[in-house]
């Protein structure tokens, strides 16, 4: 119950207290730090027991129940939540010193915590739901944050890609239930053999790969990904890198290994469904990202892309694949963070936010510039980097599953990757004629959590012992 509390009820409860009570800047400050310290305290306190374990459940009906379990895939999300909270948090102290509605902005934030917490400990499909569809709706003032046009546009296509993403998922679990008996999270699957045809499990799988593929950002369902980039940058990152699009993927995760199951996926030929919309999208979204001349949208295609190596591990059905899968949950999510916080402290160091403005920028910002190199070293893949042992399993994984064109895909991608990270790291670092600027290095708290989360993505290539233990948990059934 302890566990409960610090990870869902805490940040929950705090952020509605500054919601309603409204603390002076300074405090709500502290309470939202202080909330985010302790759910990164209690995720971590999670790998020390058995696991899977039940913390809670009440059932109104067979079907219809709140559940919360703690297992591998549950607590790898959960720790990845709550840790790049602290830092994001801190971060925020320093990017969003001069904003308006600055109260607003931590209690969304934290409440949006409390919530991504609530989705990783879900432990059936009534209760991933619930949270679900609580997220968008606390991370929809993240995004209209500023109050622009611009902004108000954004909010508005977000809110209705992800409204309509969860009524899907909303009649995949009605056409489910139509067949089942509860709807409970189980390693291996819930459905017996014969109890679907094959037409029928095709059409709730596409429903389950349109609904959550909405906020995993599955081409053609990406679109309002780029137009969110309106967001304050700490707001881009916990998107792109920990809440929202992370969700999306657990979704699908978890329907493919808990509620199918990889035996019926395989005795029904299913895997294609999610294998091909994923190739597509790892391919189609490197080739917008080279389009993009703002620095944030061409992060935000390099998402969509990296996104999908999750569900093309998870597609192969086999040990090497679903590593893969789990491990580049956890990498991307360090990668993409470190990449975002670099966009905003070159924001705020040196006004410049475009791809074609970075000329030289790594002379007056040579720290940030340099965890830049190296989570863009991670999204190509290169070692000594995170990322590179993800796609290296995701490598093994297509070979085990007997499909070495994928190999191909990943190749491709890893050199469309290089193509439109590279050139910023060459340019950034290419003298100007002109005299270089005086350093402008952002403040500490925006330097120092960007640098840290850098260095993580070199430790974790050395030491990726964390995620690989879980990914082994997972297989294990737990």
């Excluded at 493919?256 to 597509?280: H, V």
Aim: proline share 6%.
């Amino acid at each position: 119950m302890l566990s409960l509390l610090v990870l869902i009820l805490l940040p929950v409860l705090t952020g509605c207290f500054l919601l309603l009570f409204a603390p002076p800047d300074k405090v709500a400050w502290r309470l939202a730090l202080s909330a985010s310290v302790l759910a990164a305290a209690g995720a971590l306190q999670l790998l020390a027991g058995p696991h899977p374990r039940l913390l809670f459940a009440y059932r109104f009906t067979p079907i219809v129940s709140l559940a919360l379990v703690m297992d591998a895939m549950g607590l790898l999300f959960a720790l990845i939540a709550s840790c790049l909270w602290v830092f994001t948090v801190i971060y925020s102290h320093g990017y969003m010193a001069h904003e308006e509605r600055l109260r607003s902005y931590l209690a969304f934030l934290i409440l949006s915590l409390g919530i991504t917490n609530g989705i990783a400990l879900a432990g059936n499909l009534v209760t991933l739901f619930f949270f679900y569809e609580a997220l968008t709706l606390v991370t929809f003032p993240l995004v209209i944050h500023r109050h622009t046009p611009e902004a108000m546009r954004a909010g508005i296509v977000y809110l209705a890609y992800n409204l309509a993403g969860a009524t899907l998922v909303l009649l995949a679990i009605a056409t489910l239930a139509g067949h089942v008996h509860k709807v409970d999270f189980i390693y291996g699957g819930i459905i017996p053999p014969g109890l679907f045809t094959r037409v029928q499990l095709v059409r709730l799988v596409i429903l389950f790969v349109a609904g959550f593929g909405v906020k995993a950002a599955v081409i053609p369902l990406h679109h309002w990904l780029p137009r969110a980039m309106v967001a304050p940058t700490p707001v881009s990152a916990l998107l792109h890198a920990v809440a929202v699009v992370n969700a999306g993927v657990f979704g699908l995760l978890r329907v493919w290994a808990y509620i199918l199951g990889a035996e019926t996926l395989r005795a029904m030929g299913l895997a294609p469904l999610l294998r091909w919309p994923m190739a597509a999208t790892i391919i189609l979204g490197s080739i917008w990202a080279f389009r993009q001349d703002d620095l944030k949208r061409r992060l935000a295609y390099s998402t969509i892309s990296q996104l999908a190596y999750m569900g093309l591990g998870a597609s192969f059905l086999s040990p090497s694949g679903w590593t893969a899968a789990l491990l580049h949950f956890f990498n991307h999510a360090l990668l993409k963070i470190t990449l975002f916080f670099c966009a905003g402290n070159l924001a705020i160091g040196s006004g410049k936010t475009r791809v074609s403005e970075l000329g030289g920028v790594g002379f007056s910002q040579p720290w940030t510039l340099a965890a830049f190199t190296v989570a863009s070293g991670g999204m190509i893949g290169l070692p000594p980097v995170n990322g590179f042992l993800s796609k290296w399993y995701l490598g093994l994984g297509a070979l085990e599953a007997g499909l070495p064109g994928m190999v191909g895909v990943i190749l491709l991608s890893a050199l469309l990757n290089a193509g439109y990270f590279l050139p910023i790291v060459f340019t950034a670092f290419r003298r100007e004629p002109a005299a270089v600027p005086a350093p402008s290095e952002p403040p500490l708290t925006m330097l120092l959590p960007t640098l840290l989360l850098g260095a993580g993505c070199l430790v974790f290539f050395f030491w990726p012992q964390l995620p690989l233990l879980l990914a082994v948990w997972f297989q294990g059934g737990g």
